[in-house]
Structure formats: C-alpha cells, structure tokens
C-alpha cells in the first residue's frame, strides 16, 4: 500500500489562491476589542465547511470547500472553491445548498483542490461545526491525492455544547444565540466564516 506523505511542504497554490479576508460588517468606535485565552493566541486555525453530493464520504464526493485561516484570533484569509465531481448533484443537493451541476462543471478537481487546500492548512488546527463529518471528507479525498491530513482538530458544536444551554446546537441555532449573522447557511464560505465567529466567540475570556 502506498504511504501517504504527511508534513510535505507545497510551494504555491496551483489552481485555488487563497484571498485576504475582508469583514463585511463594520466595527463602531464602541466595539469592544475582544481578549481570547491563550489557545487561540498560541495557536492558528483553519476553520472549514464542505458541501458534498451526499453523506458517505468513501462514496460521495465534496463540491464546495470554504475555509478561513484565523491568525491571533482574527481571520485573516479565505480560502473558497466549487469542486468539479464526476458524478451529477442530485436534486435535494442543489435545493439545500444551491450549488447546481453548471455552477461546478468549470471547477478544479478534487485532486487538485484537495493538495492547494493541503499547504493552507499547514501547521494549522483544523476547526469544523460537527468536524468530524467535514474531516472524513478532507482525509478520504487527501488521500487519493497522496496526502496524509493529520492536523489537530477542534469542534465548534462541542464547544458550543459545553458552554451554552439551548434546546438545539445547529449552526444557525448557535449564530443567533450568539448574535452573529449567516447568510447563506448550507454554503460552504458562509458556514466557515459563522463557524469560525462563533469558535472565536467561545474562546473569549
């Protein structure tokens, strides 16, 4: 069985760039600057959705990948793209995420996706909502492209469970408890950027 390469440094990004990331919401002059435990500011986070054609990542395939990278506890870049997959997206796929066979058909592919995903995720902990869902997707298509993902991971919904009481932990439940705003639930970027708010939001002292 062929080994898979951990730890590989990749030089450039080949078809995904990452992008600065710009908040759309405008901080006021009464913004209180937010003071986070030391987890988030000795470490740097990768914070991820994925949207894939189904739920059995050995045989479904992923066609959106969102990610913000969170440096000091602020986010600094993202990283987003549609994914190409071979088979066709099933109809209840689109009316969830509106992601439509013609939106992905000039995408990357997995492969390629999958390994610039790889360097930005490098020497990062990986953060998802319900993670390990996001994570069997990440390993199984790093793999077929050689690559062993074997960042430390964090879940956004048990830290959310740990430290509020609701009657539901659904991202959206969890937003609005929190009084962060998502628009455009179920697609990958917006899902990131709301997981990682709410991450940070958590860690605050």
Do not use: W
Request: net charge negative.
């Amino acid at each position: 069985e062929e080994q898979l390469l951990c730890g590989v440094h990749i030089d450039e990004y080949k078809v995904v760039k990452p992008v600065p990331y710009v908040s759309l919401t405008q901080s006021n002059l009464f913004d209180k600057v937010p003071i986070y435990n030391d987890y988030i500011k000795q470490n740097q986070f990768v914070v991820f959705d994925v949207e894939t054609t189904g739920f059995d990542k050995d045989y479904n395939e992923i066609i959106e990948i969102g990610a913000v990278k969170v440096v000091e506890g602020k986010i600094v870049e993202q990283f987003q793209t549609f994914i190409c997959p071979e088979s066709e997206i099933p109809k209840h796929i689109t009316d969830l995420t509106t992601i439509t066979n013609d939106m992905v058909k000039d995408a990357p592919f997995i492969k390629d996706a999958i390994t610039d995903f790889y360097k930005f995720c490098e020497n990062c902990t990986l953060v998802g909502y319900n993670v390990e869902f996001d994570i069997g997707f990440i390993k199984s298509a790093g793999a077929k492209a050689n690559l062993l993902f074997d960042n430390k991971s964090s879940d956004a919904m048990e830290l959310a469970k740990s430290k509020l009481y609701l009657p539901r932990y659904k991202l959206i439940n969890v937003v609005e408890a929190l009084n962060i705003t998502l628009n455009n639930a179920h697609r990958a970027i917006a899902d990131a950027i709301a997981t990682a708010y709410v991450f940070l939001k958590l860690n605050e002292i």
